[in-house]
């Protein structure tokens, strides 16, 4: 009921452009034994398993944004831009915090090895972003470039590095913690990193073993989260079995062991869409238990004491993001604009920042005084500003290079037009239906005044005879679509003119007597005959009712698109490698006036046709997608 609720909540806060997850937090908090006390500690102890059935799921989350292929061709930006983004906003984060710990009063008992060790595992926290996040904005301002697909691409490969980053120093960490820090520590580290791959790529492979199974689908994810938490049990595990036998805590990291399992399924497998989809469906489930938990757990007292370190500590990682965004840009040799501005799309952290700092909070608790929760509350305060901030100031860096709202920038290259020859109630249907479509429909009429009321939202142009002159009149050549609905002489005047004077256009004729079909096929114009075009349709109805109801936009948020390719980074991908929507499949490629019926190992090039199926949003986002 609780979760149900705090669902609701984030909705609303949704519904304002306000995060989610931090909704889900504040309803949490409001849930917890401060306020309403509709989760009790006790009862938020007793579900602690469930934080790691939500670790796992964040790590395959995180693991399943990095398709290789799709950023092969940014990856001199991407790695240079992502190495320092991981190592100076970590290390300027590390020097930061520290220096704050020695003049904050909170932590001023405490011993210098504490203090070494929250400022690394704070600096590898800084590290963090949030994936969704930035899509939810590049998706809402529509934006496209390569300043935008380099940010993208920076925030996917940073939250990988974010993970093994953070094995490293948590190992580290540990070992000081427990005194038993010595040369072999080192060894023993990469040994761990290394198990850690290799247990990631067996599950992998399990993962692909399961996926494989015809089994109902929401079960076969519940079996995917379980071999998920599975990694966490068998961490514990090899800890307790090490520490008896070896003397030493080896530390198998399980975020690591999941998200190399999602990059192996995602890169390496044929089942990366359906992993997807099980990324897709999961996912606000998962959110909902695991961050309305985080907000229920936090001492609301302690909150109210510490939220002015969390403003500081988010100042400080500004601070850090912007240093590193200025090497990177430099190493990367980018524009100034890029470099000032590179730091703005990484500001916003989420979920494997919350994951990180939790396991913190729960693996430190031996520094005593509870200085792991306050850490913890320090973090997270920081995290929910940083949903504030970071998603506005990601939107302005955007808009300042000039990347924003790229559709409707391209409009002149990709036009969107049609034009209708013949007025009469049959063409203002047409026109009204295209309009809903999101085109621009102009009607040309013959006669001196119109005996039919047009609507004010189409275009009404008038013309008396078909010749060029009166043509360029009207701009013809601006027109992707025309449809002659005029007698068979006029619509074959108006073929005719347009095929050897403005290029090859899609043209659509009603034919009115059948023995014209010759004089229409010669100009490669599509024909329609109103008594075939119903026997036809009732027989594709008959036979095939559900494709057919889709084609003519009879399904509810369905429909079939056609998308012009002009995205260089798309093209020279085969299908199978392209990340798709779950619920958009690819029809066909028109090529150079040729038909491609695709299959998973047709090559896509720039300026191929591409007819797709699926939803409108989807359909949009993939719209922005092909674009330049």
């Known amino acids: 009921m609780v979760c149900v609720s705090a669902y609701q909540i984030s909705i609303f806060f949704k519904k304002y452009r306000l995060p989610l997850v931090s909704g889900l937090i504040i309803a949490g908090l409001f849930s917890g034994q401060y306020i309403f006390n509709l989760i009790p500690s006790i009862s938020i102890d007793s579900l602690f398993f469930l934080n790691d059935f939500s670790l796992a799921f964040i790590a395959f989350a995180a693991g399943s944004e990095l398709y290789l292929k799709e950023i092969k061709n940014r990856i001199t930006s991407i790695k240079w831009y992502s190495l320092s983004n991981i190592f100076i906003t970590f290390l300027v984060g590390f020097l930061l915090i520290f220096i704050l710990l020695s003049i904050m009063p909170i932590f001023e008992n405490i011993s210098f090895t504490i203090k070494v060790s929250i400022a690394l595992l704070t600096g590898t926290v800084f590290v963090a972003r949030s994936p969704a996040s930035a899509t939810a904005v590049v998706n809402e301002l529509k934006s496209k470039g390569p300043f935008t697909s380099t940010a993208m691409g920076i925030v996917c490969v940073s939250d990988f590095g974010v993970v093994i980053l953070f094995s490293i120093i948590f190992s580290f960490v540990k070992s000081i913690d427990s005194g038993s820090f010595h040369i072999l520590s080192l060894l023993y580290l990469i040994f761990e990193l290394v198990f850690s791959f290799l247990l990631g790529i067996v599950l ?22 379980l071999l998920g938490y599975s990694s966490f049990l068998i961490s514990y595990e090899i800890r307790n079995l090490t520490i008896l036998y070896f003397y030493h805590e080896f530390i198998i990291e399980p975020l690591l062991i999941c998200m190399t399992a999602s990059l192996y399924i995602i890169n390496k497998t044929d089942k990366r869409l359906e992993f997807l989809n099980f990324i897709e469906k999961s996912s606000i489930y998962i959110y909902v238990v695991f961050f309305t938990l985080i907000g229920a757990s936090i001492n609301l007292p302690l909150l109210y004491n510490v939220f002015g370190y969390a403003i500081i500590f988010f100042i400080l990682r500004l601070i850090s993001l912007f240093i590193a965004s200025n090497v990177g840009g430099f190493l990367a040799y980018d524009k100034s604009s890029f470099r000032l501005l590179g730091w703005m799309p990484h500001i916003t952290q989420a979920g494997v920042a919350i994951g990180l700092i939790k396991i913190i909070e729960t693996e430190f608790v031996s520094w005593g005084d509870g200085y792991s929760e306050e850490l ?177 936009g009879l399904e509810k948020d369905k429909e079939t698109r056609d998308i012009t390719l002009l995205n260089n980074q798309i093209s020279g991908l085969v299908l199978r490698d392209l990340r798709l929507p779950s619920d958009v499949l690819m029809l066909s490629i028109k090529r150079n006036d040729e038909l491609i019926i695709s299959h998973g190992y047709t090559r896509l090039l720039k300026d191929d046709i591409i007819t797709f199926i699926g939803s409108s949003k989807s359909l949009d986002k993939l719209t922005l997608r092909f674009d330049s």
């Open 204 to 225: 992998g492979r399990i993962l692909n073993i399961f996926l494989s199974f015809s089994v109902n689908k929401f079960f076969k994810y519940f079996l995917l989260l």
């Open 376 to 552: 913890s509350i320090i973090l997270i305060s920081s995290i929910i500003i940083s949903q504030f901030i970071g998603p506005p100031l990601f939107k302005l860096a955007i808009t300042y290079i000039g990347e924003h709202n790229r559709k409707k920038l391209n409009v002149d290259v990709k036009k969107n037009d049609a034009i209708i020859f013949g007025l009469e109630p049959q063409s203002i249907s047409i026109a009204k239906l295209l309009k809903s479509r999101g085109w621009d429909v102009d009607i040309v009429s013959f006669e001196s005044k119109n005996l039919i009321k047009v609507p004010k939202e189409i275009g009404m142009l008038k013309i008396n005879a078909i010749d060029k002159h009166n043509f360029d009149k009207i701009n013809f050549n601006n027109y992707e679509s025309v449809v002659c609905l005029s007698t068979d002489n006029i619509n074959s005047d108006i073929c005719k003119l347009s095929y050897s004077t403005y290029g090859n256009k899609n043209l659509i004729v009603r034919i009115n007597d059948h023995v014209n079909v010759d004089i229409f096929l010669k100009l490669k114009v599509k024909i329609i005959h109103p008594s075939e075009a119903i026997v036809s349709l009732i027989d594709q109805f008959v036979r095939s009712p559900q494709a057919t109801s889709i084609m003519f």
